[in-house]
T-cell receptor, first 113, second 114 residues
Framework: DADVTQTPRNRITKTGKRIMLECSQT?????MYWYRQDPGLGLRLIYY???????NKGEISDGYSVSRQAQAKFSLSLESAIPNQTALYFC????????????FGQGTRLTVV | GENVEQHPSTLSVQEGDSAVIKCTYS??????FPWYKQELGKGPQLIID?????GEKKDQRIAVTLNKTAKHFSLHITETQPEDSAVYFC?????????????FGAGTRLFVKA
């Protein structure tokens, strides 16, 4: 089984709809992250959480919200999806320090029409 | 804000040749520099990393070099094989600041032609 599991893998939704992307990890790590990947822009951080009670905005948090339901679960919500949120989304987890390996999920391809 | 520039954005090499990808970072306090490989349909996966107290690190056909004075680091892949075809991301991390601490480059798409 994968260390980091994202659901769904693919999703097409309409403008204005609410959508949730889910992530769970089996690494036992406290740190979890949501990234967005766009061609030519690399990985940009949306939100991150260093433990269950800690939620922080990243570089591009506008239009997104997150929930850390448990150490192993971190979900990303788009309250009212818009077409420019069409992208590949990755969840990741990391051990205690920022200078440790990040383990990524396989990604969720989201299309907003 | 801090950033990481990565070049080239696309690289095409013949099988057996070497490939070099270069990154420059702006935060002089960064001290951890990982490289991730992303294959089609998968998430990025760490392939090698280097810390600021080391100038070079090698693992079989891949190596990374770091020049802290110039604030740049490079990935070297020798004897490239078709399975090396992927997108490669560099990153720079500063564990000692608040806020988000790891900045990724924009990625390099490597094609290895058989």
């Amino acid at each position: 089984d994968a260390d980091v599991t994202q659901t769904p893998r693919n999703r097409i939704t309409k403008t204005g709809k609410r959508i949730m992307l889910e992530c769970s990890q089996t690494k036992g790590h406290d740190r979890m992250y949501w990234y967005r990947q766009d061609p030519g822009l690399g990985l940009r951080l949306i939100y991150y959480s260093f433990d269950v009670k800690d939620i922080n905005k990243g570089e591009i948090s506008d239009g997104y919200s997150v929930s850390r339901q448990a150490q192993a679960k971190f979900s990303l919500s788009l309250e009212s999806a818009i077409p420019n949120q069409t992208a590949l989304y990755f969840c990741a987890t990391r051990g205690q320090g920022e200078d440790t390996e990040a383990f990524f999920g396989q990604g969720t391809r989201l299309t907003v029409v | 804000g801090e950033n990481v520039e990565q070049h080239p954005s696309t690289l095409s090499v013949q099988e057996g040749d070497s490939a070099v990808i270069k990154c420059t970072y702006s935060d002089s306090a960064s001290n951890y520099f990982p490289w991730y490989k992303q294959e089609l349909g998968k998430g990025p996966q760490l392939i090698i990393d280097i810390r600021s107290n080391v100038g070079e690190k090698k693992d079989q056909r891949i190596a990374v070099t770091l020049n802290k004075t110039a604030k740049h680091f490079s990935l070297h892949i020798t004897e490239t094989q078709p399975e090396d075809s992927a997108v490669y991301f560099c990153a720079a991390s500063n564990p000692n600041t608040g806020g988000f601490k790891t900045i990724f480059g924009a990625g390099t798409r490597l094609f290895v032609k058989a």
